[in-house]
């Protein structure tokens, strides 16, 4: 049985009480997966981007995003 490639963390950011923000790279798909959780709501937003500096952009916003929604400073 061979092992299966998994998901590489890139970065992870939690904002406190307001949600967390995940970038990995997905070996099969060829690209980053940037996905967006919140407290009680799951999953939120997920973008699938083959640039690891877009995908790092998309990660900046959404926490901003999460910021401007809890009221707290990012």
Do not use: F, K, N
């Not at 061979?2 to 060829?30: I, K, N």
């Amino acid at each position: 049985m061979s092992a299966r490639p998994r998901l590489q963390l890139v970065q992870l950011v939690a904002l406190a009480d307001a949600g967390l923000v995940r970038v990995a790279w997905s070996p099969v798909w060829s690209c980053y997966l940037v996905t967006v959780t919140r407290p009680g709501r799951g999953i939120v937003a997920e973008h699938q981007v083959r640039d690891r500096a877009r995908a790092l952009d998309l990660a900046d916003q959404a926490l901003a995003d999460l910021a401007a929604t809890a009221g707290v400073p990012a």
